[in-house]
């Protein structure tokens, strides 16, 4: 359990695995159990890094990977003093659809900002998720889902093919780098049948729920 009250669950892995349906799924199931959610996603969460997460999810905006880095931990930092902390604090459930892992797996992995210089501001950051699922999907069947989801495109789009294996492969040395904290989910079965995992782990990792 986290030293801040509540628990404090991530969600990581590919655009297109399921995270943001996994999520909403996830805080259902514990919401019908009575307990205090929190749902919420990066870059974003709070008035602050929502104005930041415009300026990077613009394509139009040239912006150098260091910046980005900067830009997605100065919206985390809003974040996590504004929203998490005190949800946390009071012993809600945090389920967070990205956090720092991601700018790790695309800035670091996929972009080239050195690991060191990503893990000094998760230092000023400050807290660590309790569990972070990743969900593992390939990449044909993630490119499948996106087809299919209405959306438009991101600043990642045009970078290739060797940009996204890089960013599979970060994931994963990120969850093998810290097996304690990171729990791998097989993102294929239907949307029910992951939460379904979810809570399987969850269960294991806290002993209730
Ligand atoms: N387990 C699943 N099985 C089949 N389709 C899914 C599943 N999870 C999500 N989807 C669909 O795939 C698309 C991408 O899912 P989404 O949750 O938005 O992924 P992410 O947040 O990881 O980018 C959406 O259209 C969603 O409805
Ligand atoms: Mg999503």
Not at 99 to 121: E, H, I, P
Not at 177 to 204: M, N, T
Request: proline fraction near 5%.
């Amino acid at each position: 359990m986290s030293s801040t009250g509540g628990l404090f669950i991530t969600l990581e892995g590919g655009e297109g695995a399921g995270k943001s349906t996994a999520a909403a799924g996830l805080a259902a199931r514990l919401r019908a159990e009575g307990q205090e959610v929190l749902l919420t996603r990066e870059p974003g969460g709070t008035k602050g890094a929502e104005a930041i997460r415009g300026v990077l999810l613009d394509q139009d905006l040239p912006l150098d990977p260091l910046a980005q880095t900067m830009l997605h931990f100065a919206a985390r930092a809003d974040h996590v003093a504004h929203s998490i902390r005190p949800a946390l604090a009071r012993g809600a459930t945090v389920i967070c659809d990205r956090f720092y892992d991601s700018t790790m797996a695309y800035q670091s992995y996929g972009q080239g900002v050195a690991l060191a210089d990503v893990r000094a501001l998760i230092r000023l950051i400050g807290l660590t998720p309790d569990i972070t699922f990743l969900l593992e999907l390939p990449e044909e069947d993630a490119r499948r889902r996106l087809a299919a989801r209405a959306r438009g495109t991101d600043r990642y789009e045009e970078m290739g093919e060797a940009f996204f294996t890089r960013v599979q492969k970060g994931f994963a040395a990120m969850a093998a780098a810290e097996p304690g904290r990171f729990v791998k989910i097989d993102a294929s079965p239907p949307p029910g049948l992951v939460v379904d995992a979810l809570c399987q782990a969850l269960r294991g990792r806290t002993g209730r729920r």
